[in-house]
Structure formats: C-alpha cells, structure tokens
C-alpha cells in the first residue's frame, strides 16, 4: 500500500472512531492534521474525560509549532473542541489569544493562528473570570490584532460578556473605526442585541456613512426583529437616491422576518424599476419556502411582463 494511501484511510477511520482508547491515542499522533481530525471527533462524539489529552496535545504543538503544526490545524481544532466543552480554564484560552503563527508562504510568511485566537477569545467570555480581566484581554484583540477575523470574534465575545460595559466598548469602536467594515458591522450587531431601543437610532445614523460600513448598518438593521429596525431602512430607502445604498437596504429587509419588511419590498417589487424590482426578488427569496410570498412574488412579476424579472424569479425560486 502507498504512503497516500495509508494516509487517506487513516483520516478516514478518524471519522468514526468512537472509544476513549482509540481517540486517545490518536490526539497523541505526530501529525497535526490527524490531531485536528480526532479533536473534532472527540468533541462530536462528547468524551469529555479526553479533556486532559486534549489539553497536552494542545502544549506539545506549541513547541516549535510552525514544524509541529503547519497552518495551525490541531491547536484551533482543540480549542474549538475544548469550547465545545465548556471548558474553564482562562488560562488556557489566554494562551491562545495570544498565539502569532508565522507559517511560511510563497510571498513571505502568514499568520495561521488567527482562527486560534478567534475561538480562544469567544471560549474566554464563557470563563469564570472577572469581567474586567476578560474584557482587558478582548479589547486588546478587538483594538490592536491585524487579523480581521480576529478583531470580529473579539466583537462577537464583547457582545456576549454583555453590560453597559460591553456597550461602551463596542460604541466607542464604532466611533473610532475600522479599517475593515465586516469589524464595524459585528459591533453594530452587539449594540443591537445588547441595547436595541438605544441603538437602532445610533445605527441607522451610519446609513449615511461613507463606504461598505453604511452597508453593515442595513445588514445589522435588517437582522434585527424590531419594528422600529425596519422602520429606519424604509425611512432611509425614502430619503436615498444612491442606486447602490436603495438596493443595499432592499437586500437587508429581505434578512427581516417582519410582515412590514416583506410587504414593503412586495410594493416596492410591483411599483419600482427593473434593477430595483430585481433587488427585491433577490431579497425576497430568503422567503421561498413560504406558499403565500412565492404565489406573490410570481404574480406580481408575471404582471408587470418583463422577461428580466420572470428570469430572475426562476433563477432565485427555482422554477
């Protein structure tokens, strides 16, 4: 048998290994590939007691980890295993958040420890450690980590630690900026979650900013299932004669499971232009499960006789 092919039939038993021994021993294998494999496997199967094998393999691939582990496979896999867990160690997450990788590519060097750190800094907000201590540690990703992903988990477990804490953390990153819109947009989600009726007015402001963030506003708005959210995009629709930022917010509302939201775009579906009717079939399309909006949507794009629309309607509904 080949080298491959020893190895192709290796990972596949990882998939269904199922006892303490066997799992066991494979946390314990040199390959970092295989190691990330039989985290998953342990998580999914909820072997708990492998907690402490876990754990070492974690501290062995942390020696010389670019040799050990290459695009750091089996760290970010355990961690997302121990979180899986609900593992309590501060500790260990710390070390995490704290990993740089510098993997080797074709123009220089990466960091592959990214998704590490991300699932470190989500794993921390659900320790028992004080707020002030876990909230230090997250702004120093959310403000200072040159990883994108990082800097939106570091978002994501500020709005999950919750309070007025939380809130001011993510406004204040709000106020100061991002160089990457998808930051600012899990910023507006925490605020939304956290405090909606402050911070639906606060958001929609940013429907008039410049660039992708006025974008992140409308998709946070759209996601949220409050009248007054809805409101604000229908508001703004209104008032905006960019094409572009008319068809974002069409394309929010569409994320709405509000009946405000839906009947809008079906007015807008029947009484607006080619492209924007277009938009809203597009929007409308997360709700094609539903009799009544696809007998809607079809009616009225058969009405208005444009083959564009009835195109887009069999491209998105599926018939």
Same mark, same amino acid.
Request: hydrophobic share 50%; aromatic share 2%; charged share 30%.
């Given at each position: 048998m080949s080298a491959k092919k020893a190895y192709e039939e290796k990972l596949a038993a990882l998939e269904t290994l199922a006892t303490p021994g066997e799992l066991r021993k494979a946390l314990a294998d040199r390959n970092n590939y295989c190691v990330s494999k039989a985290a998953a496997r342990v998580a999914s199967v909820g072997l708990r007691d492998l907690i402490p094998d876990l754990v070492a393999a974690f501290d062995r691939f942390l020696v010389n980890p670019v040799k050990t582990d290459p695009q750091c496979w089996a760290k970010s896999a355990i961690a997302k295993a121990l979180k899986d867990f609900d593992y309590d160690d501060s500790s260990f997450y710390l070390r995490g958040m704290k990993h740089i990788q510098l993997d080797p590519v074709w123009s220089g060097v990466a960091d592959t420890a990214a998704t590490l750190r991300?699932?470190?800094? @989500?794993?921390?907000?659900?320790?028992?450690?004080?707020?002030?201590?876990?909230?230090?540690?997250?702004?120093?990703?959310?403000?200072?980590?040159?990883?994108?992903?990082?800097?939106?988990?570091?978002?994501?477990?500020?709005?999950?630690?919750?309070?007025?804490?939380?809130? @001011?953390?993510?406004r204040l990153k709000v106020l100061s900026g991002d160089v990457e819109p998808e930051v600012i947009g899990q910023c507006f989600a925490g605020l939304l979650d956290l405090a909606p009726a402050d911070y639906v007015p606060f958001v929609a402001g940013f429907l008039d900013a410049a660039g992708d963030v006025r974008f992140e506003a409308a998709a946070a708005l759209g996601e949220m299932p409050d009248p007054a959210a809805a409101a604000a995009l229908i508001e703004r629709f209104g008032k905006s004669r960019d094409a572009e930022v008319r068809r974002g917010i069409l394309l929010s509302l569409g994320?709405?499971? @509000?009946?405000?939201?839906?009947?809008?775009?079906?007015?807008? @579906?029947?009484?607006?232009?080619?492209?924007?009717?277009?938009?809203?079939?597009?929007?409308?399309?997360?709700?094609?499960?539903?009799?009544e909006v696809r007998e809607r949507v079809q009616s009225i794009a058969g009405d208005r006789a444009e083959p564009k629309l009835g195109g887009e309607f069999r491209k998105e509904f599926g018939s």
């Open positions: 991300g699932a470190c800094a @989500l794993a921390l907000a659900g320790c028992s450690i004080s707020r002030a201590e876990a909230l230090r540690h997250l702004v120093d990703l959310l403000g200072a980590d040159r990883e994108k992903t990082v800097r939106v988990d570091a978002a994501r477990a500020i709005g999950q630690l919750g309070g007025i804490e939380s809130v @001011l953390l993510l994320a709405s499971r @509000l009946e405000a939201a839906r009947d809008f775009l079906l007015a807008r @579906l029947e009484e607006g232009g080619v492209e924007e009717a277009i938009a809203c079939i597009r929007a409308l399309a997360a709700s094609r499960f539903r009799d």
